[in-house]
T-cell receptor, first 110, second 114 residues
């Protein structure tokens, strides 16, 4: 039962351009959505979140958009930097647990 | 402030054996969650403990179990290991309710089952 899907396993973007990572979900009861970033050999780290009552949240170069009617959220990184190369997980919240997507591997090249 | 500590970092077991993994949360955090990461499956939720009580459980067989001690340290155990149990096991701590705040993850314990 895949409640959270990140359909793009990988994404390659040139430095300075925009990176857009997508996430689709099926459960309309999710009330909070988080994004995590994971480097190899490290645990995931929290990046940005958005409440279900909002449709946009911005933090520096990172912006998350939420479209509740489409059950879709996206993470925009502008401008992309080589240090952003990592695996990104979306993680909606439901009844005191986070449900992680399968992740998207972002590679930012010079 | 020390982060989440997981031990051991790497281990190799054979089918049928059992394994115990340990997690020390950030000081003051009372919630500990466990996740399994495998290629193509993302992070799958195993269970969460809060104040020594299992508060949430994922869809894993009974071979996977855990506990939390009074100092909030947690252990997870996998019995009768199968090849498919090979994965990175991640522990995460938080102060309380997961959804309103982020989880702080350890570096994980990489289990290989031969």
């Amino acid at each position: 039962d895949q409640q959270v899907k990140q359909n793009s396993p990988s994404l390659s973007v040139q430095e300075g351009r925009i990176s857009i990572l997508n996430c689709d979900y099926t459960n309309s009861m999710f009330d909070y959505f988080l994004w995590y970033k994971k480097y190899p050999a490290e645990g995931p780290t929290f990046l940005i979140s958005i409440s279900s009552i909002k449709d946009k949240n911005e933090d520096g170069r990172f912006t998350v958009f939420l479209n509740k009617s489409a059950k879709h959220l996206s993470l925009h990184i502008v401008p992309s930097q080589p240090g952003d190369s990592a695996v990104y997980f979306c993680a909606p919240h439901n009844t005191d647990k986070l449900i992680f997507g399968t992740g998207t591997r972002l590679q930012v090249f010079p | 402030k020390a982060g989440v500590t997981q031990t051991p970092r790497y281990l190799i077991k054979t089918r049928g054996q059992q394994v115990t993994l340990s997690c020390s949360p950030i000081s003051g955090h009372r919630s500990v969650s466990w996740y399994q990461q495998t290629p193509g499956q993302g992070l799958q939720f195993l269970f969460e403990y809060f104040s020594e009580t299992q508060r949430n459980k994922g869809n894993f067989p009974g071979r996977f179990s855990g506990r939390q001690f009074s100092n909030s340290r947690s252990e997870m155990n996998v019995s009768t290991l199968e090849l498919g149990d090979s994965a990175l096991y991640l522990c995460a701590s938080s102060s309380g309710t997961i959804g309103t705040g982020e989880l702080f993850f350890g570096e994980g314990s990489r289990l290989t089952v031969l």
